[in-house]
């Protein structure tokens, strides 16, 4: 099956949807980004270019998408964040919005609802797992945040003694405290 547009073009179907996904904070700058096409944004200046021209027409419009350097772009932004999800200029808005939503929802239950700069810090390892899990080089994934969070959730338990910080070590001793005495 081959789809038209308007213009006449021909368009073959295909599942790399997605051209990037980035998390930016209120200034503008990266805080996580991936880039699936190496036609799009071939090189870290193009993108971080692109980033700041993105961020300079978002942060502080109303809306929820924009068209830019022939990308389409969904956005959200929390607190200090912006979240943002690209697609090609004839890519349906609403399958990019539903990655955006995954993504967006991921990092909320990853970061127990405390969508912050500080917070999403502490836990990079994590996001950039949820990123992972969402979306493998343009081909979405999975876009149920649950499942999302539950493959990309890391677990101390499966760490060894040895490698565990010393928060994480009260904190599971902590759990294993709370537990017995429930028992």
Request: aromatic letters at 8%; proline letters at 3%; a negative charge.
């Amino acid at each position: 099956m081959v789809y038209t547009t308007m213009e006449g073009a021909l368009f073959e179907p295909t599942l790399y949807i997605v051209k990037g996904m980035c998390i930016l904070d209120n200034d503008g700058n990266r805080v996580l980004a991936k880039y699936y096409d190496k036609d799009v944004l071939p090189t870290p200046k193009e993108q971080k270019a692109f980033e700041k021209n993105l961020f300079n027409k978002t942060h502080r419009a109303n809306s929820e998408i924009i068209i830019l350097d022939g990308l389409t772009c969904v956005y959200k932004s929390n607190v200090d964040l912006f979240f943002y999800v690209m697609g090609s200029s004839h890519e349906n808005e609403l399958i990019l919005q539903s990655v955006l939503n995954a993504l967006y929802e991921s990092v909320s239950i990853l970061l127990r609802r405390n969508v912050e700069k500080r917070i999403l810090m502490d836990s990079l390892d994590a996001v950039m797992l949820a990123f992972d899990e969402i979306c493998d080089r343009g081909v979405i994934l999975d876009s149920d945040p649950t499942s999302i969070v539950g493959r990309a959730a890391l677990r101390t338990e499966d760490v060894p003694l040895g490698e565990q910080t010393v928060v994480q070590v009260l904190q599971s001793a902590k759990e294993q405290l709370k537990w017995s005495l429930l028992k």
